[in-house]
């Protein structure tokens, strides 16, 4: 499994996102300029330049038409995915810090960051057919959480929005109404920041990552703690196997603590964990410097990484890979 390694960003890669199809590959960095890629062979494609801060996510719509990014600019924005046009910009009093499409692409909620004297909130946003009819309202904003919340996604049938972030509490929001329906349990829970969160292909659980050296799946109803894979340093980033029972955690140190380390001590790896047994068995080496950002191929067959060293790797795995009995 010889990795492709992709090299367009300047500074370190924030997020990861396949499109519906698998054939194209979005990054976020923080220098300013989402990219796509083509997924089989790791060529870029193009960037999306107007940002005008780090780009901390993105998601692209099912048609792969449409792009959404959100920034520390305190902008997200709506990109053509084809030409690479901007389509719209929503303004906001605090950097965006995660961004996702609703199942029907007709929604989309958008984190903001606490800033001076605001608090950090979730903003649902409407996303209209036509660029021309798009509108900057929020739908609805739902506050409460301390601190960052780092992700935020739908969960089932658009019925509820999942957040996460560094209070360590993965809460459950009606969509309808805002009320918060579910909190995750302190004693069971993440101790510290959760940095991740990624849900299942069929969107039933989900995983998170956090500072406390640990992943964690839920299920995405009932908010039940399904199970914990844990590791010996922070995660910052989760995926999972689309085809196998494979969760994947990337991490390192924290960055500030970067440079004390030697890249050959081999603590920069992607590591697999039996979803099921929670047993480590295996890690992908090769960044120098932590993993912040994993993603797994929809078909299941390749996955790609992005690191602080400002790589992105794309593995292609073998067809061994795929007979792995434990």
């Known amino acids: 499994m010889r990795p492709i390694l992709m090299k367009g960003h300047e500074r370190p890669l924030t997020y990861l996102k396949y499109n ?18 083509f997924a089989d062979n790791g060529e ?25 990014t959100g920034s520390a600019d305190q902008t997200a924005k709506l990109w053509n995915v084809e030409t690479g046009a901007q389509l719209f910009t929503f303004n906001f009093d605090s950097p965006a810090r995660s961004v996702d499409f609703a199942v ?26 036509d660029p021309a009819d798009q509108s900057g309202e929020s739908v609805l904003i739902l506050k409460g959480p301390q601190g960052r919340i780092n992700r935020a996604v739908w969960g089932p049938l658009n019925r509820t929005i999942i957040s996460a972030g560094e209070d360590a509490i993965v809460r459950i929001w009606d969509t309808e109404t805002g009320k918060l329906l579910k909190e995750s349990d302190k004693e069971t829970g993440h101790k510290k920041t959760i940095t991740s969160l990624a849900k299942a292909a069929d969107g039933s659980h989900f995983l998170t990552g956090s500072l406390d050296k640990s992943a964690k799946l839920w299920d995405a109803r009932t908010l039940e703690l399904i199970k914990t894979y844990v590791t010996e340093r922070p995660v910052n980033a989760v995926t999972m196997s689309p085809l196998l029972d494979h969760v994947v955690l990337g991490g390192g140190q924290d960055a500030s603590a970067v440079t004390t380390t030697d890249h050959r001590a081999g603590k920069f790896e992607a590591k697999f964990f039996d979803k099921i047994l929670q047993e480590e068995i295996g890690g992908v080496k090769g960044h120098f410097g932590p993993i912040n950002a994993l993603a797994f191929n929809p078909d299941g067959k390749s996955f790609s990484s992005g690191g602080e060293d400002g790589y992105v790797r794309l593995h292609h795995f073998d067809p061994d890979y795929f007979n792995i009995k434990i």
Do not use: Q
């Not at 870029?44 to 048609?63: E, I, K, P």
């Open 20 to 37: 519906k199809d698998g054939d194209l590959l979005f990054s976020c960095a923080k220098d300013h300029t989402p990219t796509v890629w």
């Open 104 to 129: 029907g692409d007709k929604l989309a909620v958008i984190t903001t960051d606490p800033f001076m004297e605001l608090n950090s909130a979730i903003h649902v946003k409407r996303i209209a057919g």
């Open 44 to 68: 870029r494609l193009g960037t999306y330049r107007g940002h005008n801060g780090a780009v901390w996510c993105c998601d692209v719509s099912r048609d792969s038409m449409t792009l959404i």
